[in-house]
């Protein structure tokens, strides 16, 4: 029934429903408990083909671990990711076959690419991989990408770590989409990089989007980034989606307390605003054995004395947009009354 | 008024793969008492170099000339490395970017704390043991008495972050060097630390050289603002003034740069190109092949960091000059 859903929903390309990912910790004791560590929990999102879904999160909220388990990385405990309509993790072979049209952009380029390869060698990579593709055509596409990219034929023959983090992050941008996939997870693809350089590496995903089509799943903690990258998004902390939807009306009418504090950590340039920063106490809490409510309740300045007990789920505030806080949409809907 | 520190005419050149890196190039700063500097730049441009050069940390290959370094009014240009070691953590010191790599990680944080204090002051053990908690305390460090038996590592960014905060304020210095102090963390964790940082300043009274590449982290702390390019200084001014009417197309650039939420444009802001290879410079202003206003007399010859009628220094021939 489901499955036949999906069929006819043509312009969804990445459905996860009630996504759980845990890893055990290790143990002290023998006989002790298992206790797990609780990354991503009963999380349900759809990506539409062509669009960019921004993730957001401070670290530690399990936002990696959900793309690699949408890339086939993480083996989910529970629930069902849906990638073009097909169950991702059915069997071996299925993920196996998906990824021929997922890829991954990193976040520290440095690290991601083999510092003793050449620009040829780490971009014809994948086609190397793959297979099937006669020498003519590997050197035509390689050139042909590098250019797209921003760098030249001659930077073909040069080492990757003679460049630049914002060419190398070029260099990265190029070696994923050589093979046109259809999804591509770009897993804060510019905090390891300089400022100034932001803004070119955010203009190429842009544009080569533009040419290619493709989906990304774009990840960050800089919503003055993700605002103009994404058409929707989902803010998630400690592995849960605390707020999702369409990207206009989050950023027009945040609710969640988490939202609303990030939004007010965005840093500006202009000497004259008035700061009215909400500075979170605390850490992130620990993700083992988080508690049953509301897992930003120890952080919250909004919170009620029955909020660590109280169940979260995504209610509807208006069309598209989905806020997980018994608070503030109770609240809300007191006002409307 | 006597200033925490005083660089003149700083250089640095190390080598690299048989080139010769000029790092910084005749560089002049001057912190005042319970003053914060921010020295702003794109990663390569020299500015770690500078501050490194500051407490006479630089590496070994690097080959550092200055006609004078000042801190807090000594003379220390010809100091030795003993007698630099005696000033470090006492009247100068450093918080650095990667508070994993700068903490020891088989030492608890209470160990490297209580050796601080132990190297500069002649105290008990369990004096030191007060004074750390108490410092940690100060950071707002929860628990910290448990927490100075901790290890780096059971510590999580921003707590290591704050416990690095604490190790540069234990003697009380009058001038803090702070390398990227927030580059590694969460936004949220960030404003944090930047509120810590600025209240530790103001209590303490302590003169601060922040060294960053964002500009928006500047903003709220800086009193006054360097900008740095390819090892030379372009621009410097009072925080508000630079940042109200920046001069030098670089800065502006740079202020540009910054995702902003009330921007409606559909594309980010760039500067184009990327920063001149150290060892190959372009001829004239270093800045001129990405500049948009870049005239001819750019090309030839490297423009004075000159002052203005509003008494504002900038390095550029046609500051001021063009508009929006």
Same mark, same amino acid.
Do not use: W
């Given at each position: 029934?489901r499955?036949?859903?999906?069929?006819?929903?043509?312009?969804?390309?990445?459905? $996860?429903?009630?996504?759980?990912?845990?890893?055990?910790?290790?143990?002290?004791?023998?006989?002790?408990?298992?206790?797990?560590?609780?990354?991503?929990?009963?999380?349900?999102? +759809?990506?539409?083909k062509?669009?960019?879904?921004?993730?957001?999160?401070?670290?530690?909220?399990?936002?990696?671990?959900?793309?690699?388990? $949408?890339?086939?990385?993480?083996?989910?405990?529970?629930?069902?990711?849906?990638?073009?309509? +097909?169950?991702?993790?059915?069997?071996?072979?299925?993920v196996?076959?998906?990824?021929?049209?997922?890829?991954?952009?990193?976040?520290?380029?440095?690290s991601?690419?083999?510092?003793?390869?050449?620009?040829?060698?780490?971009?014809?990579?994948?086609?190397?991989?793959?297979?099937?593709?006669?020498?003519?055509?590997?050197?035509?596409?390689?050139?042909?990408?590098?250019?797209?990219?921003?760098?030249?034929?001659?930077?073909?023959?040069?080492?990757?770590?003679?460049?630049?983090?914002?060419? +190398?992050?070029?260099?990265a941008?190029?070696?994923?989409?050589?093979?046109?996939?259809?999804?591509?997870?770009?897993?804060?693809?510019?905090?390891?990089?300089?400022?100034?350089?932001?803004?070119?590496?955010?203009?190429l995903?842009?544009?080569?989007q533009?040419?290619?089509?493709t989906?990304?799943?774009?990840?960050?903690?800089?919503?003055?980034?993700?605002?103009?990258?994404?058409?929707?998004?989902?803010?998630?902390?400690?592995?849960?989606?605390?707020?999702?939807?369409?990207?206009?009306?989050?950023?027009?009418?945040?609710?969640?307390?988490? $939202?609303?504090?990030?939004?007010?950590?965005?840093?500006?340039?202009?000497?004259?605003?008035?700061?009215?920063?909400?500075?979170?106490?605390?850490?992130?809490?620990?993700?083992i054995?988080?508690?049953?409510?509301?897992?930003?309740?120890?952080?919250c300045?909004?919170? +009620?004395?029955?909020?660590?007990?109280?169940?979260?789920?995504?209610?509807?505030?208006?069309?598209?947009?989905?806020?997980?806080?018994?608070?503030?949409?109770?609240?809300?809907?007191?006002?409307?009354? | 008024?006597?200033?925490?520190?005083?660089?003149?005419?700083?250089?640095?050149?190390?080598?690299?793969?048989?080139?010769m890196?000029?790092?910084?190039?005749?560089?002049?700063?001057?912190?005042k008492?319970?003053?914060?500097?921010?020295?702003?730049?794109?990663?390569?441009?020299?500015?770690s170099?500078?501050?490194?050069?500051?407490?006479?940390?630089?590496?070994?290959?690097?080959?550092?000339?200055?006609?004078?370094?000042?801190?807090?009014?000594?003379?220390?240009?010809?100091?030795?490395?003993?007698?630099?070691?005696?000033?470090?953590?006492?009247?100068?010191?450093?918080?650095?970017?990667d508070?994993?790599?700068?903490?020891?990680p088989?030492?608890?944080?209470?160990?490297?704390?209580?050796?601080?204090?132990?190297?500069?002051?002649?105290?008990?053990?369990?004096?030191?043991?007060?004074?750390?908690?108490?410092?940690?305390?100060?950071?707002?460090?929860?628990?910290?008495?448990?927490?100075?038996?901790?290890?780096?590592?059971?510590?999580?960014?921003?707590?290591?972050?704050?416990?690095?905060?604490?190790?540069?304020?234990?003697?009380?210095?009058?001038?803090?060097?702070?390398?990227?102090?927030?580059t590694?963390?969460?936004?949220?964790i960030?404003?944090?630390?930047?509120?810590?940082?600025?209240?530790?300043?103001?209590?303490k009274q302590?003169a601060?050289?922040?060294?960053?590449?964002?500009?928006?982290?500047?903003r709220?702390m800086?009193?006054?603002?360097?900008?740095?390019?390819?090892?030379?200084?372009?621009?410097?001014?009072?925080?508000?003034?630079?940042?109200?009417?920046?001069?030098?197309?670089?800065t502006?650039?740079?202020?540009?740069?910054?995702?902003?939420?009330?921007?409606?444009?559909?594309?980010?802001?760039?500067?184009?190109?990327?920063?001149?290879?150290?060892?190959?410079?372009?001829?004239?202003?270093?800045?001129?092949?990405?500049?948009?206003?870049?005239?001819?007399?750019?090309?030839?010859?490297?423009?004075?960091?000159?002052?203005?009628?509003?008494?504002?220094k900038?390095?550029?021939?046609?500051?001021g000059?063009?508009?929006?």
């Open positions: 029934m499955q036949e859903n999906l069929k006819n929903n043509r312009d969804i390309l990445l459905e $996860t429903r009630n996504l759980s990912v845990e890893f055990p910790m290790k143990k002290k004791f023998f006989f002790e408990k298992q206790k797990m560590l609780s990354a991503v929990s009963d999380v349900s999102i +759809q990506i539409r062509g669009e960019t879904f921004g993730l957001v999160g401070e670290s530690g909220c399990g936002k990696s671990t959900f793309a690699n388990a $949408t890339l086939g990385f993480a083996k989910p405990r529970s629930g069902e990711i849906y990638f073009n309509g +097909q169950p991702l993790y059915a069997e071996k072979k299925s196996q076959e998906a990824r021929l049209h997922m890829q991954k952009i990193f976040q520290d380029p440095a991601s690419l083999n510092p003793r390869f050449t620009v040829r060698e780490a971009v014809c990579e994948p086609m190397r991989i793959r297979g099937g593709f006669d020498k003519n055509e590997v050197e035509r596409k390689a050139r042909e990408m590098i250019t797209a990219v921003g760098l030249t034929g001659k930077d073909l023959d040069r080492y990757t770590s003679q460049f630049s983090g914002g060419q +190398q992050q070029r260099i941008i190029a070696r994923a989409l050589i093979l046109n996939p259809e999804y591509i997870v770009c897993d804060e693809p510019v905090s390891a990089l300089d400022v100034s350089v932001h803004a070119q590496i955010l203009n995903l842009m544009e080569m533009e040419k290619t089509q989906t990304y799943l774009f990840i960050s903690h800089n919503l003055a980034a993700v605002k103009k990258l994404c058409s929707r998004l989902a803010i998630m902390y400690l592995g849960k989606v605390v707020e999702y939807g369409d990207a206009a009306k989050i950023f027009a009418n945040p609710v969640h307390p988490y $939202t609303k504090a990030l939004l007010s950590a965005v840093l500006t340039v202009n000497p004259n605003e008035e700061t009215k920063r909400i500075v979170l106490k605390g850490d992130v809490t620990s993700p054995n988080p508690p049953s409510g509301c897992r930003f309740c120890s952080r300045y909004q919170a +009620q004395k029955d909020c660590a007990d109280r169940e979260c789920v995504l209610t509807e505030v208006e069309p598209e947009h989905f806020v997980a806080c018994p608070v503030v949409t109770g609240l809300k809907a007191d006002i409307e009354q | 008024m006597q200033n925490a520190i005083e660089v003149k005419n700083l250089k640095v050149v190390f080598p690299d793969r048989g080139r890196i000029r790092a910084v190039e005749g560089v002049d700063l001057t912190v008492k319970g003053e914060c500097l921010a020295l702003v730049g794109e990663s390569g441009c020299g500015k170099m500078t501050s490194l050069s500051c407490m006479k940390l630089q590496p070994s290959l690097a080959a550092v000339r200055l006609d004078q370094l000042c801190i807090c009014g000594e003379d220390v240009t010809d100091y030795t490395d003993r007698q630099m070691q005696a000033l470090r953590g006492s009247k100068i010191s450093m918080i650095f970017q508070a994993l790599t700068a903490l020891n088989v030492m608890t944080i209470g160990k490297q704390m209580d050796e601080i204090y132990r190297c500069h002051e002649k105290i008990s053990k369990k004096e030191a043991k007060m004074r750390s908690i108490k410092a940690l305390k100060a950071v707002g460090i929860p628990d910290a008495e448990l927490r100075y038996h901790a290890f780096p590592h059971e510590l999580s960014g921003g707590m290591r972050q704050r416990v690095l905060i604490a190790m540069a304020f234990a003697c009380e210095p009058e001038v803090i060097i702070a390398d990227e102090p927030t590694a963390l969460d936004v949220t960030q404003a944090q630390i930047l509120e810590l940082l600025s209240k530790m300043q103001k209590e302590t601060l050289l922040l060294i960053t590449h964002d500009l928006s982290v500047v709220s800086a009193d006054r603002i360097a900008v740095m390019y390819s090892g030379k200084i372009v621009e410097e001014a009072p925080a508000k003034e630079l940042l109200e009417n920046p001069l030098h197309p670089y502006k650039g740079l202020m540009a740069a910054v995702a902003r939420l009330d921007d409606d444009k559909k594309e980010f802001v760039q500067i184009p190109g990327h920063l001149p290879d150290p060892a190959d410079k372009p001829a004239g202003c270093y800045f001129h092949p990405r500049c948009p206003y870049a005239a001819t007399a750019c090309k030839k010859a490297m423009p004075l960091l000159t002052q203005n009628e509003q008494g504002r900038v390095r550029c021939y046609e500051a000059k063009f508009k929006e």
